[in-house]
């Protein structure tokens, strides 16, 4: 079956640590996106990757990375320097660049703060 | 710019009701517009979308939605509601003045269903 795959299901992070959401894809798609969710605000953009070794800050960067270096994968990192991080995560992944193309979510990561 | 409101953050019904989810958009140039589903601690699913075919379009579930340029909105209906749908609902809009697929998401309805 084709789709998305996000691990772990729960993180938990102490306080100065960075840690790193897995977002994989089987649908060979080119553009994946990184989306954060907090109670009563929507989704809001991390980061977002239109091809392979390119991607760019989406309107919440400040305090994540991210990487692709391979097209199914777009691993992102949650620094110490993001003081509030704990949020649903939710990646997703279109195929194409256009505007019309459906982007397809993942099951999601929730991040808890110890 | 794009934006997107979602009138009531959360909506009840009860089983076997008229389901109405609204959500009114801006875009400065024709916009495609879609409703997505959330249950909870899951990730969201593609309901129904309009890219500018038919104005009225058909999604699963037995949800549909109405593209009216006129009063920017993009309501979701369903004629009858089922216990099943209670979750949460979100409209998003893309448009063409974007260099890439970015969509702006609304806030959000929660729908709840009385038995």
């Known amino acids: 079956d084709g789709g998305i795959t996000q691990s772990p299901k729960y993180l938990f992070r102490k306080e100065g640590q960075n840690v790193t959401l897995s977002c994989e894809q089987n649908?060979?798609?080119?553009?994946m996106y990184w989306y954060r969710q907090d109670p009563g605000q929507g989704l809001r953009l991390i980061y977002y990757?239109?091809?392979?070794?390119?991607?760019q800050k989406g309107d919440i960067a400040e305090g994540y990375s991210v990487s692709r270096e391979k097209k199914e994968s777009f691993p992102l990192t949650v620094t110490s320097a993001q003081k509030n991080p704990t949020a649903f995560y939710l990646c997703?992944?279109?195929?194409?660049?256009?505007?019309?193309?459906?982007?397809?979510f993942g099951p999601g990561t929730r991040l808890l703060v110890l | 710019a794009q934006s997107v409101t979602q009138l009531g953050s959360h909506v009840s019904v009860s089983e076997g009701a008229l389901v109405l989810l609204r959500c009114n958009y801006s875009?400065?140039?024709?916009?495609?517009l879609f409703w997505y589903v959330q249950y909870p601690n899951q990730g969201l699913q593609l309901l129904l979308k309009?890219?500018?075919?038919?104005?009225l379009v058909k999604g699963i579930n037995g949800f549909e939605a109405e593209f009216k340029k006129s009063e920017t909105s993009f309501h979701l209906t369903k004629p009858s509601a089922h216990m099943s749908d209670a979750a949460e609902y979100f409209c998003a809009v893309s448009d063409e003045g974007n260099n890439f697929n970015k969509f702006c998401f609304g806030s959000g309805t929660k729908l709840n269903v009385k038995p």
């Open positions: 309009y890219t500018s075919a038919a104005t």
């Open positions: 875009s400065s140039v024709p916009p495609y």
């Open positions: 990757s239109q091809i392979v070794n390119d991607f």
């Open positions: 997703a992944s279109s195929n194409g660049q256009g505007t019309k193309e459906t982007q397809y």
């Open positions: 649908l060979n798609h080119d553009a």
